[in-house]
Each structure stands twice: as structure tokens, then as C-alpha cells.
């Protein structure tokens, strides 16, 4: 089940997937029509000329080819925005968004449908009753095309711009954070507080963790009677020499075993949004990075990505009371390290904290964010943010000209900070070093 909705999502990922599996039932849809040939009698029908149904079907078939072309144009030159103005990271959320890939659907398989229709009807599979039945399918074809066509209308107007990009990315990180917050070790038992020794697992291939079946290794490790302990959350960077889990006893495992156990742990090239959810919000930093950097110089957007940085941590803070937490600790057999959540601040605060940190109003708005959130969180990430507020007025005092900005800002991160005010560096410990 996990590898069948792993794929899902990856399919509905991909721009040619919806266009394919639309363009299938369009096939399926002009042909079907014949049937009636069979259940239907002619004289129940009124009888179309052919002339009339080649003529509609063409004028479908030739606008639609036009239209199809121009709307992919229109997509790519979307997609080349994104990754310049916000960062290619974005690209492919903005790739899967619904509106775009059903328009693009819609017209492709309207096309397909109008040139399956016309070489049917050149060779006389229709009869009276399947002309009629095509034809009342063309009708229903075309006003679903109307509605297409109005609806992307409403899309061209916003895809690809930067507004939009950050909100789709917002989404998403909101969407993971969530995610984790209903369920953070993905159904294991807590990590051992004490450093497991045991048996290391380590794995052939170089990449990204992206996503772990943990339904799979709770059974391998079920088989091998024998806890297996996950070091390395989705998201880590891995490679043959580093450990991704430990075992509490060596594993009695077959070569062919030992294959699907490696299988679980599923590993690409680049980070996704699934189970990783600091790749949200660096996806979102980046955004404000991008912004800061002496080619663009664009301050609005910054203060913006870190309002919404605010928002996705603080509105994350606790799940739902509506939603429904899978059950913890249902694999038995399997422990997982935590995320450290003061990672959240750091991967995200700090780089935009050192882009901006000769920017007065970067440094106020950075100010203002830390201190909604380490009000409206609790536990480590409310410590992390009043360590960053401090943190960055140190970056900030040092980089500021004008005295008065520096008095303004030291004013702000006192109030941020509160008793972390009084720590002027942070303990070797605590800097980041998993981004």
C-alpha cells in the first residue's frame, strides 16, 4: 500500500500523467457512442448528417491542437518564472498544481476526442442512433470546454507569479508540518535516550532520504526478532559510509529479505515535501534568500516570506483538534529519532537573518516573527526562536551603520529574546549542522 501511494503522488506529480489518462477516456468516449447502434433504434432518432458532425468535430479538433500548444507555452514560461524569481525547488509544486494540469488535460483530450470522432465517422462506424448519441456528446464535450476555457482564464492570471509561488509553497510546508505534527515518529516507538550500540545498517546507494516504509521494516525487523532503531529521519543526506539504523541484535536475514529491507528506505536525488518537513520551510527561505541577493534587492518579498515562515510554525504549533492521529507506537518493532524542531528556526531564520542583516527593516520584521513565535509555541522551537532573535541582532548590530537603528533593534530583540538575551553565542551544540 505504502509503494502504491508513494507512486500516487508521484504520478500526480507529473505533468503528462492527467493529459494521458484523459486523453484514454476521450478515446473511450467516442467510441462507446457506437452501442447505441445496437440498443437504439434509428427511427427512435432524429438522423444527423455526417457533414455536420465532420464539421463541429473539426473545428473541435483544429482550435484545440491551437489552444493546447499555446496553454504548454504559457505553462513553461510559468515554470521558468518560479525557478527564477522564487527558487527551482518550487518548481515542482507549481508543476502539480490541479488547475493548470486539468486545463491542459481538458484540451488535449478534447483534441484526441475530436480526431478519434472523425476517422470513426470517415469510415462509417456510426450508424443513425451512434450519430446522435455523438453528437450529444460533442455538445456536452464543447461546454465543458467553455467552462475550461473560462476557468484557466482565471488561472493564467495568477500562475507564475511570485504571490502565487510562495502561497503554493506555504501550502505544501503547511500541509508536511501538519503531517508531522499528527503523527512525528510515523508510527514507531520514541528513540532509546541513550545512544543504541548494536548492529549498523547501512545503505549501497548515495542521496536523499525521502521516504521510509515503515510498514515494510517493521515486518523485516518482526522476521529478524529484533528491534531495529532509525537514526536518520527523511531528509538526510545519506551515503554508503553513514548509519541509517541500528540493530538491537544481529538480523537473521536473507539476501532476499535484507533487498526489500534496503528497498524501504527509499532514496532520490532531491528532498520531497511527504515526510520531511523542514523542506517546506527551507524551500520557503530560499524564496526570501532570492529576494535579499544583490540581483534582485528585494526587500517586500523577504518581509513577506518571513511572515509567512511566521504563520506556518505558529499556526502548525499544535494539530487540529478535528484531525485524526494515526496511532502511536502501532510498529512495535521500530524506534525513530525525533525531529529536532529547533532545526525549523535555524534552517529558516538564520540565512535570512545573515542576507539581511544590513537591512533595518529586515531586521525589525525578523524581530516581530521571532517573538510571535516563541509566543505562540511552546517547548524547543519557542526556545530556538528566542535564541535566533538574539542571534540575529548580534549579525544585525554588526552590520548596521546608523546608531539608531541599532538601538531600535536591540530594543525589539531584548523583547524577543527575554533571558536568551543574555547568551551573546550560541553553544557549539546547538548550531546547525543537518541542513
Avoid at 433504434?41 to 499555446?70: C, H, K, N, Y
Amino acid at each position: 500500500m505504502f509503494r502504491l501511494t508513494l507512486l500516487w503522488h508521484r504520478l500526480r506529480a507529473q505533468m503528462w500523467w492527467r493529459p494521458t489518462l484523459w486523453s484514454v477516456f476521450a478515446v473511450f468516449a467516442a467510441l462507446i457512442a457506437a452501442v447505441a447502434n445496437y440498443y437504439v433504434p434509428d427511427s427512435a432518432v432524429p438522423d444527423i448528417e455526417r457533414s455536420t458532425l465532420q464539421g463541429l468535430l473539426t473545428i473541435i479538433a483544429s482550435s484545440m491542437l491551437a489552444v493546447s500548444t499555446f496553454s504548454l507555452s504559457i505553462l513553461v514560461g510559468a515554470f521558468t518564472s518560479a525557478s527564477t524569481s522564487a527558487t527551482p525547488r518550487a518548481t515542482r509544486l507549481v508543476m502539480a498544481d490541479d488547475r493548470a494540469q486539468s486545463a491542459i488535460a481538458s484540451f488535449i483530450a478534447a483534441f484526441i476526442y475530436a480526431i478519434i470522432a472523425l476517422c470513426a465517422l470517415g469510415v462509417g462506424y456510426y450508424g443513425p442512433a451512434g450519430r446522435f448519441v455523438l453528437l450529444a456528446g460533442t455538445i456536452c464535450v464543447l461546454i465543458y470546454i467553455i467552462v475550461s476555457l473560462l476557468r484557466w482564464i482565471q488561472t493564467l492570471s495568477s500562475i507564475g507569479r511570485l504571490s502565487t509561488t510562495i502561497a503554493t509553497v506555504e501550502s505544501a510546508a503547511t500541509t508536511s508540518l501538519r503531517a508531522h505534527r499528527r503523527d512525528p515518529l510515523l508510527g514507531a516507538l520514541p528513540a532509546p535516550a541513550q545512544p543504541v550500540h548494536g548492529v549498523p545498517l547501512h545503505l549501497s546507494q548515495t542521496g536523499y532520504l525521502q521516504h521510509l516504509d515503515m510498514g515494510r521494516l517493521n515486518e523485516a525487523a518482526k522476521k529478524a526478532k529484533a528491534t531495529l532503531h532509525i537514526v536518520m529521519r527523511p531528509g538526510a543526506m545519506l551515503h554508503p559510509a553513514r548509519v541509517v539504523a541500528v540493530w538491537s541484535r544481529p538480523p537473521a536475514l536473507s539476501v532476499e529479505e535484507q533487498r526489500k529491507l534496503e528497498a524501504a528506505f527509499v532514496v532520490g536525488p532531491e528532498r520531497s515535501f511527504e515526510q520531511d518537513p523542514r523542506f517546506g520551510v527551507i524551500v520557503m527561505a530560499e524564496i526570501g534568500q532570492r529576494a535579499l541577493s544583490a540581483a534582485t534587492n528585494d526587500a517586500g518579498t523577504a518581509i513577506i516570506v518571513i511572515g509567512a515562515l511566521a504563520r506556518i510554525l505558529i499556526d502548525t504549533a499544535a494539530a487540529p483538534d478535528g484531525d485524526a492521529s494515526p496511532q502511536p507506537g502501532r510498529f512495535t518493532h521500530l524506534t525513530l529519532a525525533e525531529l529536532d524542531e529547533a532545526d525549523l528556526i535555524r534552517d529558516t531564520f538564520d540565512p535570512l537573518s545573515r542576507d539581511g542583516a544590513s537591512l533595518i527593516e529586515i531586521g525589525v520584521r525578523l524581530q516581530k516573527a521571532l517573538g510571535a513565535i516563541s509566543l505562540g509555541t511552546k517547548g524547543a522551537l519557542a526556545d530556538a526562536a528566542r535564541r535566533q532573535a538574539w542571534r540575529s541582532y548580534e549579525r544585525a548590530r554588526m552590520a548596521l551603520t546608523f546608531e539608531e537603528d541599532r538601538l531600535v533593534l536591540e530594543a525589539l530583540a531584548r523583547e524577543a529574546a527575554g533571558d536568551a538575551a543574555s547568551t551573546s553565542t550560541t553553544p557549539a551544540g546547538q548550531l546547525n549542522t543537518q541542513r
